[in-house]
């Protein structure tokens, strides 16, 4: 059973600061990897999805990259701001079937 | 523009009654998914489909069920609800059936329920 684990589970900082969020999966057989947002009493919203294949995406100030082999992927946000205050979620399409795997999920706070 | 609705938004019902969960979208997607989201365990899959009349078990099926008679809609089903169930409800739908590792989901703004 593919286990996805996300550390920190809480992170607070400063406007403008480099930040990294880690997920970390079990099982290397993996399809593809999405990074989601999801607001406080809000659905998800897909940031960046990396296929199997890839090593890593950029969108704007987002970066994700992907260690199949070790079973890693890392979200980096650069020069964060209030904004970015949310939940952010790693999630991972096994080589069978379609439904996602979840971690719990990163809390991050950015204050001004 | 194509979007993924589900309904109601916020439920709150009595321990033994039959509740039923609303999605609906208008991706005309083949996959649907129903998720649950609680504190300390992530988003956990109860059912998904994979087109009409297919219906298939997720990691925490037990007291749920679906049906699928159209595209746009698969509504989820607590057959007798128990507090156990009180939960955040998401749907979700993907477009891609075959080879295609760019596909994505694209979720419902979730049904918050309580169980009394």
């Known amino acids: 059973k593919q286990e996805v684990t996300q550390i920190p589970a809480a992170l607070s900082v400063p406007e403008g600061e480099n930040l990294v969020l880690n997920c970390s999966f079990t099982d290397s057989a993996i399809y593809n990897l999405q990074w989601f947002r999801q607001d406080p009493g809000k659905g998800l919203t897909s940031l960046l999805l990396?296929?199997?294949?890839?090593r890593e995406q950029t969108s704007g100030r987002l970066n994700a990259s992907l260690d199949k082999s070790s079973g890693r992927s890392t979200l980096y946000i650069a020069a964060s701001q209030p904004g970015d205050s949310a939940t952010y979620l790693c999630?991972?399409?096994?080589?069978?079937?379609?439904?996602?795997?979840f971690g719990k999920g990163t809390s991050l706070l950015v204050t001004p | 523009d194509a979007e993924i609705t589900q309904s109601p938004r916020h439920k709150i019902t009595e321990t033994g009654r039959q509740v039923t969960l609303a999605c609906h979208q208008t991706?005309?997607?083949?996959?649907m998914f129903w998720y649950r989201q609680d504190l300390g365990h992530g988003l956990r899959l109860i059912h998904y489909?994979?087109?009409?009349?297919?219906?298939n078990k997720g990691e925490v099926s037990d007291g749920y069920s679906v049906s699928r008679s159209n595209t746009e809609d698969l509504p989820l089903t607590l057959e007798s609800a128990a507090s156990s169930q009180t939960s955040v409800y998401f749907c979700?739908?993907?477009?891609?059936?075959?080879?295609?590792?760019?596909?994505?989901?694209?979720f419902g703004p979730g049904t918050r329920l309580t169980v009394l």
């Open positions: 999630a991972v399409r096994p080589d069978s079937g379609y439904a996602l795997n």
């Open positions: 979700a739908s993907s477009e891609v059936q075959g080879w295609d590792p760019t596909d994505t989901q694209y």
């Open positions: 991706w005309n997607h083949n996959n």
């Open positions: 489909s994979y087109g009409v009349q297919d219906t």
């Open positions: 990396i296929q199997s294949s890839q």
